[in-house]
């Protein structure tokens, strides 16, 4: 079942999607060779708590931690570990956060000290192709239109869109209905209607787009070794287009 949000819920979720942002913001500037993403979870925590919020990540299926933390060929679903971050390495942190029981779910890919061009291009390509779902977030048009417009974008600049994990509706819980998909055809899946909250989130890789799983059971990287980022938003579709609520 598609849960329609009221404007208030939807507001409340925005409250919950800016601090967010702001607390990307705050990691991005943490970034750098020699910091750890368990340093990175302990601050996110703590800045949490410090705003009157919860990492909703944190014991969901028993997930350990705040955050994600998935580093070059990891394509979601990393452990934040202790082990230094490298000069060229990158490293999408993905988190939820739970304010007032309101939710929010973005993820960024940050850079490490000096990264190669290929990475650059990665990232440049990801960022856009979540702008191009976004705008596709239309009262009235369907899932599938999301999925066409990020697939098409990305593939064109030779890159592939992940098939295993997608976006979902979210709300005072954290996957609801409809999926997500960041592929697909023009015109299928679920319309789209006032009142929904979704998430586009498309993993963009360099080379293929198959994936595989950890021994640890959640962490999924690249079959090929190859690079792969991230970016997430949070959108409410209104009657006025699509509304980010996770946009610093
Ligand atoms: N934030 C992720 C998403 O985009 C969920 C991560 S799974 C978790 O859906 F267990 F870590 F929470
Ligand atoms: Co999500």
């Known amino acids: 079942m598609i849960t329609l949000k009221s404007e208030r819920e939807i507001n409340l979720m925005h409250e919950a999607g800016k601090l967010l942002a702001q607390c990307h913001k705050e990691i991005k500037k943490m970034i750098k060779p020699g910091i750890t993403t ?11 708590a410090d705003h009157g919020a919860t ?5 969901y299926k028993g997930y350990q931690f705040a955050t994600c933390a998935s580093l070059n060929d990891e394509i979601c679903h990393g452990f934040p570990t202790n082990k230094p971050l490298q000069n060229g390495d990158i490293v999408t942190i993905d988190m939820v956060v739970n304010l ?3 939710l929010a779910d973005s993820a960024w890919t940050h850079t490490v000290g000096e990264i190669s061009e290929e990475a650059k291009r990665l990232i440049d390509v990801t960022y ?7 705008a596709q977030a239309q009262v009235g048009n369907r899932t599938g239109d999301i999925g066409h417009a990020i697939q098409s ?3 064109g600049e030779n890159f592939s869109v992940v098939r295993d994990f997608t976006g979902h509706g979210i709300g005072n819980t954290m996957h609801e209905e409809p999926t ?4 697909g055809k023009p015109g299928k899946g679920p319309r789209l209607k006032e009142g929904m ?3 586009i989130e498309p993993m963009v890789n360099v080379g293929t787009w198959h994936a595989k799983m950890d021994d640890n059971g959640w962490t999924a990287r690249t079959t090929d070794g190859k690079l792969s980022a991230q970016y997430e938003h949070t959108i409410a579709i209104t009657k006025n287009g699509p509304v980010i609520l996770t946009e610093h």
Do not use: C, M, R, S
Not at 55 to 59: L, R, S, V
């Open 153 to 155: 974008y990305v593939e």
């Open 197 to 199: 909250v979704i998430t």
């Open 100 to 102: 007032n029981g309101a």
């Open 180 to 183: 997500i998909l960041h592929y």
């Open 55 to 59: 990492p909703e990540q944190k014991g």
């Open 38 to 48: 368990l340093q990175i979870d302990q601050f996110v925590e703590k800045y949490l």
């Open 128 to 134: 856009t192709a979540l702008y191009k779902g976004i």
